[in-house]
């Protein structure tokens, strides 16, 4: 019952396009430059971004993110890669795995942030909530 609550509430793409759009202008932001930008937050950011930017994952379940996991944009060049990486399992030192989510170049995920979220809706990071971070 959680799992679909959380996908009607946070995954409803005309809610998302509102809740993911501060997180979707600074991944756009962040990736101005090339390597690595990992943002953690809660399960619920994490399904308000897959709907806004049409991204889905398949484990552990379709959208379902782990305690601890973390959405991670790779650039090397005009090509974004997107992974979910998280706990094998809930039991402590369990260990990482990273599921691949999608491969795309830089032009498209624009377009993805462009159409499914409200850009005016969008916060610069210093006003985040303080369950966001963002490792660069």
């Known amino acids: 019952v959680r799992v ?4 009607v509430t946070w995954g409803h793409p005309s809610i998302a396009e509102a809740t993911a ?3 979707a202008v600074n991944i756009l ?3 101005d430059r090339s390597g690595t930008s990992v943002f953690a937050g809660h399960d619920s950011d994490h399904e308000a971004l897959a709907a806004a930017l049409a991204l889905q994952w398949g484990a ?3 959208g379902v993110s782990l305690v601890a ?3 991670r944009f790779d650039r090397a060049g005009d090509q974004v890669a997107v992974s979910m990486v998280m706990p094998v399992s809930v039991a402590r030192n369990a260990g990482w795995r990273v599921v691949p989510v999608a491969s795309m170049r830089l032009e498209e995920l624009r377009e993805r942030v462009h159409w499914g979220t ?8 210093q006003s985040w909530p303080a369950n966001v971070a963002v490792i660069t």
Request: net charge positive; with cysteine.
């Open 29 to 31: 932001a962040s990736l």
């Open 21 to 23: 759009a501060s997180m």
């Open 60 to 62: 552990p379940s379709p």
């Open 69 to 71: 996991s973390a959405l």
């Open 4 to 7: 679909w609550e959380r996908h």
């Open 118 to 125: 409200r850009v005016g809706c969008a916060h610069a990071p």
